[in-house]
């Protein structure tokens, strides 16, 4: 299992932006520097009135699908 760990910042008027439909996808860099793109609907679980803050752990398969996500803080 391969996976990556991001600092995500998306404030509330950006999240509404993705929930509307118009944009899916979040593209960030995670902290080894890799450019990473992935479902906007992961982070879902951890919206508050202000948007997202925090410190991510996603995890994905050897084919590169996504498996499962988890806030380290």
């Known amino acids: 299992?391969?996976?990556?760990?991001?600092?995500?910042?998306?404030?509330?008027?950006?999240?509404?932006?993705?929930?509307?439909?118009?944009?899916?996808?979040?593209?960030?860099?995670?902290?080894d520097g890799r450019r990473v793109h992935f479902p906007a609907n992961i982070l879902r679980p951890w919206v508050l009135h202000d948007g997202i803050r925090g410190c991510f752990r996603i995890r994905f398969t050897t084919d590169g699908k996504f498996h499962d996500i988890q806030r380290l803080s």
Not at 8 to 16: A, W
């Open 1 to 31: 299992m391969n996976e990556i760990i991001v600092d995500i910042r998306i404030s509330s008027d950006e999240y509404l932006k993705l929930y509307r439909g118009q944009s899916r996808v979040v593209s960030t860099r995670a902290r």
